[in-house]
């Protein structure tokens, strides 16, 4: 069956044309590279993996739960909405949370495929171009491990959630080199980034949490990526320049503070959507949800030195300004060893499991003797 037969709604079988503008840029210096930006590269190099052998695809995911939450984690948990549905309706509604997420975890990663080709092709130094072509082998992992998920654990797609859309549209629209870097590499990746760890830490389905940790363990590097390549660039902008980043950078962000607010399932589901949404806006786990959406992204911005008034005015309406105080090293480290711990752990499951057989088999040696 195609994935366009399980959206829940239609969506154009035609592709979605974004005309990208600037120049694709060659440099004939193969020499020099700044030595932080080439050392990415090489662990990008180092840590390339497989996703159809490194995750265990065996485990089972109930798809009217994905994550395995409590339903006080629902942001209608408590509503008389959801006091007034059934087990049914509720199991439903679970389906398409689920579906909605992962499929607009899977457009981002299909976005941030082809910025990363992008980033090869336009930006003018070649030890940032080495990075972004580990960067893309990456994206397109993550856009084949994120189908497989969503086809096979949950069966349902949602088309792509236009603030996304709209973002990733202006990213490659703009003639300017480091657009695309500041709308991917900060602004998609730091809040996906964010939205993966909150899943991974709240989640207790074994296949989830593993999952979004091998995803985590590469994003880290993407954004530390886009940090180093815009930070040197940034501090020779004019005055001037510098706005019209940081113009971007908050419409950037407020598009998407809304691309995780779930509108599109209640609108499908036919539910009250105004009432939906006030009760998702003012209930305290989405006001939890949205603070920590940005804490990979507000210290970025602040490190690569977009930090104007108009910027941090729009962070403190948002109630996410503290979050420029997170240190995004330690962060990262964080997110490395998660994913080592994934993998002895499942080598020391695969080890017990060897023994396990090793002491049936000479138990069975010795009834036979």
Known sequence: MS???????????????????GASRFTWEYDNGRDRLLSLYQKGKDKQWD???????????????????????NPLFGSDIWDKMSEKERQEFGRHQGSWLFSQFLHGEQGALNVSARIVQS??????????????????RHVELYAKFVDEK??????????????LAESLEDSRWDLPYLGMQVLIEGLALAAF??????????LVKQLLAYVMQDEARHVAFGRLALKDYYAELSTKERAEREEFVVEGCYLMRDRFRGKEIFEQLDMPVDRCMEYVDNSAMYTLYQSHL??????????????GDKVQAAYADMGVLDNAKADLEALMRQDEEIAERHDEERAEERELAVRKEEVAAAISLGEAG
């Open 3 to 21: 994935s366009y037969d399980r959206y829940i709604s239609p969506v154009s079988r035609d592709t979605w044309n974004v005309p990208a503008a």
């Open 123 to 140: 930006v003018p130094d070649l030890d940032s171009k080495f990075y972004a072509a580990t960067q893309t082998m990456d994206e397109a």
């Open 154 to 167: 949950i069966g349902m797609y949602y088309p792509v959630n236009q603030d996304l859309a709209r973002l």
């Open 197 to 206: 760890g909150l899943y991974r830490d709240m989640a207790t389905n074994p």
């Open 51 to 73: 996703s159809q052998t490194r995750i265990d695809w065996d485990l089972e995911v109930d798809p009217t739960n994905v994550a395995g939450l409590p339903e006080e984690f």
């Open 294 to 307: 940005f804490s990979r992204i507000v210290p970025c911005v602040r490190d690569v030195g977009l930090w």
